[in-house]
């Protein structure tokens, strides 16, 4: 597995009295939760706006990227197929971070680094193009995570491989 990882975390109000972090750290998931339920929709939008861009190129060069490292034409196959995802349920959310050791009461809070509560998903059935996608989305938004499976497996094995990005988005 192949991880490319930056040290991120969502931003963090001043710490609270010892005996005041466990109201302070569901306050800041509270808080955390709400922020992202009001943007969903918006980062959709933004997204979705970005693979139709991906989609009306017909070279990577046309989305700004270097011809040397992407040579080839886009879409050969269908193009990708985007998936919204619903908000990550916000007692599993916080069923997460409150499983982590001092989940609860720890500061700076655990839930700070929950990456994952507006999601979407990006089929493809071309790896190329699918390097190319995760370039591209790397010049319109923050990644702040990028995981492959593709690294080490058996290509010649039937089985699972995918990306999981994380991006910022304010």
């Known amino acids: 597995v192949g991880?490319?990882?930056?040290?991120?975390?969502?931003?963090?109000?001043?710490?609270?009295?010892?005996?005041?972090c466990e109201a302070a750290v569901v306050a800041y998931f509270?808080?955390?939760?709400?922020?992202?339920?009001?943007?969903?929709?918006?980062?959709?939008?933004?997204?979705?706006s970005?693979?139709?861009a991906f989609c009306r190129a017909k070279m990577p060069a046309d989305l700004g990227l270097g011809e040397e490292a992407f040579p080839f034409t886009l879409h050969r196959t269908t193009g990708p197929e985007v998936r919204r995802g619903p908000l990550k349920a916000k007692d599993r959310a916080r069923a997460k971070y409150e499983g982590w050791p001092e989940g609860r009461r720890a500061w700076p809070p655990l839930a700070?680094?929950?990456l994952d509560l507006v999601r979407t998903t990006v089929l493809s059935d071309d790896a190329y193009e699918l390097v190319?996608?995760?370039?591209?989305?790397?010049t319109g938004f923050e990644v702040v995570r990028l995981e492959?499976?593709?690294y080490g497996c058996d290509l010649t094995q039937a089985g699972f491989r995918n990306v999981?990005?994380?991006?910022?988005?304010?």
């Not at 190319?132 to 790397?138: A, G, L």
């Open 148 to 150: 492959t499976r593709f």
């Open 132 to 138: 190319v996608f995760t370039e591209f989305v790397r």
């Open 164 to 170: 999981n990005t994380n991006i910022a988005f304010t």
């Open 30 to 48: 509270v808080a955390l939760y709400d922020t992202a339920e009001a943007l969903n929709d918006s980062f959709h939008e933004a997204f979705e």
């Open 3 to 20: 991880l490319e990882s930056l040290s991120w975390q969502q931003e963090l109000p001043e710490g609270p009295a010892l005996e005041d």
């Open 112 to 114: 700070s680094q929950l």
């Open 50 to 52: 970005e693979v139709d």
